[in-house]
């Protein structure tokens, strides 16, 4: 993992105002890519679940539990490509994605569906219906930004995607 070390230029203090003693600094940027890899497993998985259940004529719970398990799996899923990309074997890609992901994605699910369970009528609405889309979105927005200053939190104590990044240099 490579850490920023002070190089003399600028404001000492401003320098070190986002990073905690010890490791690496740590933007906004960074945080909002972290997250925005999460909200994509996210969004395909609760999507996928969403269709899965309503075809299957399931009630609201059981498509609901899908969605959650399906967007862990497609959270998950995508770090585990990258990881394995970089020549890592699959039970140690596997470890490096539960705990690059599973916070991040378990606040982004929480906050999510929690939206969802309290958005008027939401629960109730179709896939032909604007309201589950624009519900859908809105809940997957909110939880990005949420889920952001959690996601800049583990990465500037290398953990979270900062564990991830090991694997791409």
């Known amino acids: 993992m490579r850490h920023v070390t002070h190089t003399g230029h600028g404001d000492h203090a ?10 690496a600094e740590v933007t906004w940027p960074m945080a909002a ?23 299957l004529g399931w009630g609201n719970l059981p498509t609901m539990i899908l969605a959650i398990a399906l967007a862990f799996v497609f959270g998950y899923s995508l770090t585990l490509r990258g990881v394995l990309a970089a020549g890592v074997d699959f039970r ?4 490096v994605a539960l705990a690059a992901d599973t916070l991040s994605i378990a606040v982004m699910e929480l906050i999510d569906n929690g939206v969802i369970a309290l958005w ?16 859908l979105a809105a809940s997957l927005a ?28």
């Open 92 to 95: 140690t890609a596997f470890r």
């Open 120 to 135: 008027p009528s939401a629960m109730d609405a179709t896939l032909a219906d604007a309201l589950f889309w624009g519900a």
């Open 33 to 55: 890519r972290a997250t925005l890899h999460c909200l994509t497993g996210c969004a395909i998985g609760e999507v996928l679940g969403m269709v899965i259940g309503t075809a």
């Open 142 to 169: 909110i939880a990005f930004v949420v889920t952001t200053p959690v996601n800049r939190w583990m990465i500037g104590r290398d953990k979270g995607h900062a564990v991830v990044h090991q694997y791409h240099h």
């Open 14 to 23: 401003s320098h070190h105002a986002h990073q905690a003693p010890g490791h």
